[in-house]
């Protein structure tokens, strides 16, 4: 099978799909992994990639095919990103949206980032709202589309344990002779 997990940054989205692709034994593949991958390809910082992300369409349109491409080819994975369940569209049999309010984020940032709580605010709105027209103008994509998910959780109202639990049971329950079909993917560009 392949689960896409997605949300907003500090959502606990990393901390979820690594532990669920523990759990099935399966592989994770992180967009931040890949992000940063692309930053070192690039001798760049991630910070210094978000900000040519912004002047420079190839770098959003790389990552994203290349996520697409890892949902063609390959099953046994979760992949993990913002945009996991858009790109993988088709390609993925379960997407998950985690979330969290922005306070509870931003102080996970904070604490992840070592950073204050209102920068960490200040900073993960800044680069939402950028991302949010990057992927509207590029793909047509309107991030605060919930539609396309299976199942959505408020990450925190439960310790991580408790977030991965949910998941799997989600995913151990799931049965294809019962399922009658994923919500439709529609007026996607997927333009690289
Ligand atoms: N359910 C949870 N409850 C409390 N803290 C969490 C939970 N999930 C993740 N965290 C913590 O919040 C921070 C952000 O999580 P992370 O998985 O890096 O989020 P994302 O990948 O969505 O940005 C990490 O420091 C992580 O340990
Ligand atoms: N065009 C892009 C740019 C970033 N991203 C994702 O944005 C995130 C940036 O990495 P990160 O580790 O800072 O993640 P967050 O904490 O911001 O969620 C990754 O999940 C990337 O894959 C994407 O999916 N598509």
Do not use: C
């Not at 605060?144 to 799997?168: C, E, F, K, Q």
């Amino acid at each position: 099978m392949l689960i896409t997990v997605s949300g907003p940054a500090g959502s606990g989205k990393s901390t979820a799909a690594a532990a669920l692709a523990e759990v099935l034994g399966y592989e994770h593949v992180s967009g931040g992994d890949i992000f940063r991958s692309v930053a070192a390809e690039r001798d760049l910082t991630p910070l210094e990639l978000n900000r040519l992300a912004e002047e420079d369409d190839a770098i959003d349109r790389d990552l994203d095919r290349r996520q697409r491409e890892i949902a063609r080819e390959r099953d046994g994975l979760v992949l993990e990103s913002r945009l996991a369940g858009w790109m993988a569209g088709d390609y993925a049999d379960l997407r998950l949206w985690l979330d969290a309010p922005p306070a509870v984020r931003a102080a996970r940032i904070a604490e992840r980032e070592e950073k204050s709580i209102d920068l960490a605010r200040r900073e993960t709105e800044a680069r939402a709202e950028s991302e949010a027209l990057r992927y509207r103008e590029y793909y047509g994509i309107d991030i605060r589309d919930r539609s396309i998910y299976d199942l959505a959780l408020n990450t925190a109202r439960l310790d991580p344990d408790g977030v991965v639990g949910v998941i799997a049971a989600f995913v151990e329950v799931y049965d294809p002779e019962h399922d009658e079909g994923k919500a439709p993917i529609e007026g996607v560009r997927y333009q690289f």
